[in-house]
């Protein structure tokens, strides 16, 4: 145990948009004491070099990554790293009976082989990636409980599950009819540089990519599938739009029941989702907009039915960083340690 019985906790990772999420959510929190950063090309940095804003609170150095001294450490670690990294370090951190929660895609998959097929790899931890749990609470709530190994979800599939997930699981919808048209603030692609992302290319302008490809693209389908009961494919299109944080995934499916009306819908969501702090279904008529999330751990879920078409209209907005990512992880620690799900975590946007 860390200070005054605190969990002593540490971030992988620490000098990235995960990292420093990570680290502002940490320092508040009261059940943990943040103890160590770790990083690569910032080791030896003090992390106040890297992020002067936090220096009055924050008096910790980015240390080179020995996991023997991590696990020597730290209770909980957070993997906060580029894809392909985790599954490199995780077995000897769980082997020293960390718990671990990894903010990249590696643990996201239940079948590995689905996993190397979309960002290659040569793994052969395919006993530990089969016990990790999927980090999405609103459905794996006990499951990440018990969980010493979470991976936590990408952001598009953290916003466009919850959009779909009470159609999935009441067979409300017809599954591969599911269009998943969304659009992402640029912090999206994380800290380091990338031409796309700069301000003079991303501004004024807005674009799909990634366009029936995305890597994402397979982690919704295992899940959906898992709530449908069989195999689903979807049609997922992500955006990069000119603003830093947020996500807008709006979601369309044909309904079963044609006779369903809105109200039907809300109430349904609304019965779906009344244990979980972390996602507010909106009444009827009124539609999310990403500032409302922006710095919370929220999911807002806009519902709307088109009777023309037999379609309902789902629309889901989250912070990326949050709920998307750092959020979201500490959502989970704090099921796996046993403190209520909402501990440590902004509810309300500055926005006004
Ligand atoms: N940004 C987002 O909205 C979301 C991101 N994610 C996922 O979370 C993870 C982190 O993303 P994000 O914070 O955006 O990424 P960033 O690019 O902002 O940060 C990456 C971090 O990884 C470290 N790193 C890079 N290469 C290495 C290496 N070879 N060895 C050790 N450490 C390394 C960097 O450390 P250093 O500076 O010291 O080199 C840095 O701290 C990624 O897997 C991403 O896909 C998930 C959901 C949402
Ligand atoms: C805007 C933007 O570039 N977004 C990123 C989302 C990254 C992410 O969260 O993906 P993983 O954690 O699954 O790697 C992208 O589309 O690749």
Same mark, same amino acid.
């Given at each position: 145990? /860390?200070?005054? *019985?605190?969990? +002593?906790?540490?971030?992988?990772? !620490?000098?990235?948009?995960?990292?420093? &999420?990570?680290?502002? #959510?940490?320092?508040?929190?009261?059940?943990?004491?943040?103890?160590?950063?770790?990083?690569?090309?910032?080791?030896?940095?003090?992390?106040?070099?890297?992020?002067?804003?936090?220096?009055?609170?924050?008096?910790?150095?980015?240390?080179?990554?020995?996991?023997?001294?991590?696990?020597?450490?730290?209770?909980?670690?957070?993997?906060?790293?580029?894809?392909?990294?985790?599954?490199?370090?995780?077995?000897?951190?769980?082997?020293?009976?960390?718990?671990?929660?990894?903010?990249?895609?590696?643990?996201?998959?239940?079948?590995?082989?689905?996993?190397?097929?979309?960002?290659?790899?040569?793994?052969?931890?395919?006993?530990?990636?089969?016990?990790?749990?999927?980090?999405?609470?609103?459905?794996?709530?006990?499951?990440?409980?018990?969980?010493?190994?979470? /991976?936590?979800? *990408?952001?598009? +599939?953290?916003?466009?599950?919850? !959009?779909?997930?009470?159609?999935?699981? &009441?067979?409300?919808? #017809?599954?591969?009819?599911?269009?998943?048209?969304?659009?992402?603030?640029?912090?999206?692609?994380?800290?380091?540089?990338?031409?796309?992302?700069?301000?003079?290319?991303?501004?004024?302008?807005?674009?799909?990519?990634?366009?029936?490809?995305?890597?994402?693209?397979?982690?919704?389908?295992?899940?959906?599938?898992?709530?449908?009961?069989?195999?689903?494919?979807?049609?997922?299109?992500?955006?990069?739009?000119?603003?830093?944080?947020?996500?807008?995934?709006?979601?369309?499916?044909?309904?079963?029941?044609?006779?369903?009306?809105?109200?039907?819908?809300?109430?349904?969501?609304?019965?779906?989702?009344?244990?979980?702090?972390?996602?507010?279904?909106?009444?009827?008529?009124?539609?999310?907009?990403?500032?409302?999330?922006?710095?919370?751990?929220?999911?807002?879920?806009?519902?709307?039915?088109?009777?023309?078409?037999?379609?309902?209209?789902?629309?889901?907005?989250?912070?990326?960083?949050?709920?998307?990512?750092?959020?979201?992880?500490?959502?989970?620690?704090?099921?796996?340690?046993?403190?209520?799900?909402?501990?440590?975590?902004?509810?309300?946007?500055?926005?006004?």
């Amino acid at each position: 145990m /860390g200070d005054m *019985g605190r969990v +002593p906790v540490g971030i992988v990772g !620490a000098s990235g948009y995960g990292g420093v &999420q990570l680290v502002r #959510l940490l320092k508040e929190h009261p059940g943990v004491e943040l103890v160590y950063l770790g990083g690569e090309s910032s080791a030896g940095k003090p992390f106040s070099d890297l992020y002067p804003h936090l220096g009055h609170q924050v008096d910790l150095t980015i240390e080179p990554i020995d996991l023997e001294q991590i696990a020597a450490r730290c209770q909980v670690v957070f993997l906060s790293l580029p894809n392909g990294l985790a599954y490199k370090m995780a077995p000897t951190l769980l082997e020293k009976g960390c718990k671990v929660l990894d903010l990249s895609a590696d643990y996201r998959f239940a079948d590995i082989e689905t996993y190397t097929a979309w960002y290659g790899g040569d793994r052969n931890d395919k006993a530990i990636a089969a016990s990790a749990i999927y980090g999405l609470p609103e459905l794996y709530r006990d499951r990440i409980a018990s969980a010493q190994l979470v /991976g936590c979800p *990408g952001c598009y +599939p953290t916003a466009s599950l919850l !959009a779909l997930s009470p159609l999935l699981k &009441q067979g409300l919808i #017809l599954p591969e009819t599911a269009i998943i048209d969304a659009k992402s603030g640029t912090s999206g692609g994380g800290r380091q540089a990338k031409t796309h992302l700069l301000l003079a290319e991303a501004d004024n302008s807005l674009g799909a990519y990634g366009v029936a490809r995305h890597r994402h693209t397979p982690e919704i389908e295992q899940i959906c599938s898992d709530l449908a009961g069989h195999e689903v494919t979807v049609q997922f299109t992500p955006h990069l739009i000119p603003m830093v944080r947020g996500i807008l995934a709006t979601v369309y499916a044909t309904l079963r029941d044609p006779g369903l009306v809105r109200e039907d819908l809300i109430t349904i969501f609304n019965a779906f989702y009344r244990n979980a702090p972390w996602v507010k279904v909106l009444a009827g008529g009124v539609y999310p907009q990403t500032k409302w999330a922006c710095g919370t751990n929220l999911c807002y879920i806009g519902v709307e039915v088109d009777p023309r078409t037999d379609r309902v209209i789902v629309m889901s907005v989250i912070d990326n960083l949050m709920k998307g990512q750092a959020g979201q992880a500490v959502q989970c620690m704090n099921l796996m340690s046993g403190w209520e799900e909402t501990l440590g975590l902004p509810q309300m946007s500055f926005y006004p």
